[in-house]
């Protein structure tokens, strides 16, 4: 069984890396069960093992984390669903690509609940939505707007870090960044796109959605 751990309050971010690590281990060891931890940050970033320097653009606005999840920079604060998800990947195939596939279909499958169409894209990690609402691109493009960042680590097939769901946070603090890397997008919440979701819908969202990704 997966434990579900949901923690209220914002919690700080060294505390949440200690935690994650203690239970991965654990898990390795079989001496406690895979876990599923929602819970908000206070505004910082974090920089992934691809994080380049000039992408962060603003170093003295949030706390800067480095972290060894893969990826580059991210952003987390209030408003953004962070769902850090220890699983044992060993038992559950030994295959990172599906593992990450299985994080996207599990936000692709929360924001259906929700009648809006999440996309994958290929060479970016992640779960996007096209935005009609807004001018196209230069080239005629539709614009997309990044709705979930994906980065996770493993340690002896033991997954930790996760997934970020934008439901309500100030976008505004994506500035300090270029998301992800990725110059030619922005990034959009659930709040953003028209929904009136609270963290609390979003959770059971993302609850009912992951039996159907994960079993």
């Not at 819970?39 to 000039?54: C, D, N, V």
């Not at 893969?70 to 408003?79: D, V």
């Not at 930790?160 to 960044?177: A, C, K």
Request: net charge neutral; aromatic share 10%; charged share 25%.
């Amino acid at each position: 069984m997966v434990e579900w751990r949901v923690s209220e309050g914002l919690t700080p971010y060294p505390e949440a890396e200690t935690w994650m690590e203690d239970r991965a281990a654990g898990i390795a060891a079989g001496a406690a069960p895979e876990t599923i931890w929602l819970l908000e940050h206070p505004p910082l970033y974090t920089a992934g093992t691809s994080a380049r320097r000039e992408d962060l653009t603003e170093p003295d606005r949030f706390p800067v984390f480095e972290t060894r999840r893969g990826g580059q920079y991210t952003y987390h604060g209030p408003g953004q669903r962070i769902a850090y998800t220890m699983l044992n990947v060993g038992v559950r195939g030994h295959d990172v690509r599906r593992f990450v596939w299985q994080l996207e279909e599990w936000v692709i499958a929360t924001l259906a609940e929700f009648n809006i169409k999440g996309e994958r894209r290929q060479g970016r990690v992640g779960v996007w939505v096209v935005r009609t609402d807004k001018p196209a691109l230069p080239d005629g493009t539709a614009r997309e707007d990044k709705i979930a960042a994906i980065g996770v680590r493993l340690r002896r097939w033991v997954s930790f870090h996760g997934l970020s769901l934008n439901v309500d946070p100030n976008l505004e603090h994506f500035g300090g960044i270029v998301p992800c890397g990725i110059r030619d997008h922005g990034v959009t919440s659930l709040v953003d796109l028209g929904l009136p979701v609270t963290m609390a819908d979003a959770d059971l969202a993302l609850k009912r959605s992951f039996t159907k990704v994960f079993g």
